[in-house]
Every structure is written in structure tokens, then in C-alpha cells.
């Protein structure tokens, strides 16, 4: 999905849930959007075990495990931000802690701090390069992964 494309078509919280599972990439990976609050601050997501998903080892492919939290900081802050802003995918990293196994779920916050940041770094037109880190837990809650993102944001000229 590129920005283009979701920036040109207007999705609301359930349309851009829906949209994202039906996701051919998503899907095949057993990714599905849980929940994605009214306001865009909130995003859960969940990566179900599946044969097309397994390692050699028979855990979670870590593709798998960094694409269920690739784009969600990304469009969580375009939607927050509004049109004046120009919001890209940077870089991104993902740090194995323990082996996945199970659902695994991951939680997406944008908070007024972050959103207070973004506009005060880039009041006077220059770009800003936040990281932001999302933990992939097991269905015990145990931290299997961390996913960091580095957007790329600016006021639009």
C-alpha cells in the first residue's frame, strides 16, 4: 500500500481496518487488524500462526513479525497530522528477543506528546526523524520482539 494511494481515497477507522485485511500481503501472513481507534491513535494488531508463516525452526518467520508492524506509525500519524503534513517510512529494525510462537500481538500508540513533538520540531518547515518502538508480545504477554520505525515528517511547502 503506498501512501499515494491511501492518501487519495478516504478511509475512515473501520475502512482502513477493513482495508488492511483484506490486504493480500497481510492475509497470507495470517496479519488481522484488530482494533483502530475512532481518532487514529490506536492501532492493535495480531499475527496468527499459520504453515505459510513458520520458520525451519517452527516459529514465527521474522518477516512476518516486522511486516505486521511495518506501515502502522506511519498511517497512524498521516491520519493524525492531517494533509499539511508529508509522513514517509524512513527505516525500520526489528530486535528477536525470545522465539515467537502462538498469536502474537502488537499495540500502536500515538500520543499528544508525540503529535505536540512532531509540531514543534517541524514549526519553522524542517523535516523530523522520530523513532518509535512497538513490542510484539506473545498470548502470555511476554515480549518476544521489538519493532523500531523511523518516520520522516515535514509541513508540507
Known amino acids: 500500500m503506498s501512501q499515494g494511494f491511501l492518501s487519495k481515497m478516504a478511509f475512515g477507522p473501520r475502512g482502513m481496518r477493513w482495508l488492511f485485511n483484506l490486504w493480500p500481503p497481510f492475509r497470507g501472513m495470517g496479519v488481522k487488524v484488530r482494533e483502530i481507534a ?5 492501532v492493535v494488531v495480531e499475527l496468527r500462526m499459520k504453515m505459510l508463516n513458520r520458520n525451519y ?3 514465527h518467520f521474522g518477516g512476518s513479525m516486522f511486516a505486521m508492524a ?3 506509525y506511519m498511517v497512524m500519524m498521516m491520519q ?6 508529508v509522513v514517509w517510512d524512513k527505516s525500520g529494525g526489528i530486535r528477536f528477543l525470545k522465539p515467537g ?9 500515538v500520543t499528544q ?11 519553522e518547515g524542517g523535516k523530523f526523524e522520530p523513532t518509535y518502538a512497538v513490542d510484539l508480545k506473545d498470548g502470555e504477554g511476554t515480549v ?4 523500531e520505525k523511523t518516520l520522516y515528517i515535514r509541513k508540507k511547502k
Open 70 to 72: 511495518d506501515p502502522f
Open 38 to 42: 475512532p481518532d487514529f491513535r490506536r
Open 57 to 59: 525452526v517452527g516459529t
Open 113 to 123: 506528546a508525540m503529535v505536540d513533538e512532531v509540531i514543534e520540531k517541524t514549526r
Open 80 to 85: 493524525v497530522l492531517g494533509r499539511e503534513y
Open 144 to 147: 518476544v520482539a521489538t519493532v
Open 101 to 109: 510462537r502462538g498469536t502474537l500481538t502488537a499495540e500502536f500508540n
